[in-house]
C-alpha cells in the first residue's frame, strides 16, 4: 500500500469528514428540518433508531441549551439523542452530561495520512451479499444487552436502508464453511470515502481479518481517486490503535448523548 499526505490541512478534512457524516445521514431518514444550532432528523419509520431521531448540533451550545433545544425539536420520542459537533466546547460539554447521568459517546474521526506499519494479505477479504452482511449487523447488535428484538430489527433496517441509498460496497472475510465472519463497509461520494462497521464475530478475532478489510478498503478507495479516507472509531475502545497502525490519525471528534 502507498503513502500519500493528506489533500488537506487537518482541519479542512475533519469539516470534510464532518460534512459527510451530515449528507449521508440526511439522504438516509425520512425528515430533516435546519435550524440555527444545526439540524433536526426524524425517522418516523424506525423510532427506535437513536442516530435517525436526533438533534445534530454544530454550534457551541452547552449543557443546558442542548437538553432544552432537544426537548423542544424531539417530542414524543420516549428518549433524547444529540449528537455534538463543536469541537472546542465538546470536552466540557461531555463532563456535564456524564455528571447530569446521560449516556455518553466520544467519536473519534481518524483521516488516512500514512502508509501502514506493515504490509498485509488482502486476498482474504471478499464482496459479500447484502442479506449476509445484514444477519452479521443484527448478529452484532444482538451483543449489546440494551435492544430488544424490535429494536434489533430497526436498526438493521436502519443500516440497510443506508447501504442501499449510499451504494456501500459492502466487504467481508468467509470462514471456511462458507459463512460471513468479518465485515466493513466502504462509503463514498467519489471525493471522499468513508471505512464503516467494522465487526468480526468472537469466535473468529484475533486472526487479522479487521486489518485485513480495512487495508483492502484503503487500496480500493485510492484506486478509485479518493481525496479523503476516513474511519471513525470509539475513542474509549482498543480498535483506534488498529486504525492508526494502518495509516490514520486523529483529527477531532464527535459527542453522542442519549437520555430515555
Known amino acids: 500500500m502507498s503513502s500519500r499526505p493528506l489533500a488537506f490541512p487537518a482541519s479542512q478534512s475533519l469539516e470534510r469528514a464532518l460534512e459527510f457524516g ?13 435550524i440555527p444550532a444545526g439540524l ?3 425517522t418516523p419509520s424506525l423510532p427506535s433508531v437513536w442516530s435517525g431521531n436526533q ?7 452547552g449543557f443546558a441549551g442542548l437538553v432544552d433545544l432537544a426537548q423542544e425539536q424531539l417530542p ?5 439523542d444529540i449528537a455534538f459537533e463543536h469541537q472546542e466546547s465538546g470536552p466540557a460539554v461531555e ?3 456524564r455528571n447530569a447521568s446521560w449516556k455518553v459517546q466520544r467519536d473519534l474521526l481518524m483521516i488516512l495520512s500514512s502508509g ?3 504490509v498485509v494479505d488482502t486476498g482474504v477479504v471478499i464482496d459479500a451479499g447484502e442479506d449476509e452482511m445484514m444477519d452479521l449487523m443484527g448478529r452484532w447488535y444482538a451483543e449489546d444487552p440494551g435492544p430488544d428484538p424490535m429494536e434489533r430489527a430497526q436498526l438493521v433496517e436502519f443500516t440497510r436502508r443506508e447501504a442501499r441509498v449510499h451504494g456501500d460496497r459492502m466487504l467481508g472475510v468467509r470462514s471456511t464453511d462458507d459463512q460471513l465472519v468479518s465485515m466493513t463497509k466502504l462509503r463514498s461520494d467519489g471525493r471522499t470515502v468513508q471505512i464503516e462497521d467494522v465487526y ?7 486472526r487479522g481479518y479487521a486489518r485485513a478489510m480495512v487495508s483492502h478498503a484503503v487500496e480500493l478507495a485510492r484506486e478509485d481517486g479518493a481525496e479523503l479516507i476516513f474511519i471513525t472509531a470509539d475513542d474509549n475502545d482498543w480498535p483506534k490503535l488498529l486504525y492508526a497502525r494502518i495509516g490514520f490519525r486523529p483529527v477531532g471528534h464527535v459527542w453522542h448523548f442519549h437520555h430515555e
Do not use: K, Q, S, W
Open 116 to 118: 501502514p506499519d506493515r
Open 22 to 34: 451530515r449528507t449521508m445521514l440526511v439522504r438516509t431518514v425520512d425528515e430533516v428540518r435546519p
Open 76 to 80: 414524543g420520542l420516549g428518549y433524547l
Open 40 to 42: 433536526v432528523v426524524r
Open 200 to 206: 468480526t464475530v468472537p469466535e473468529a478475532r484475533g
Open 95 to 97: 463532563h456535564a452530561f
Open 55 to 61: 438533534l445534530r448540533a454544530t454550534e457551541a451550545l
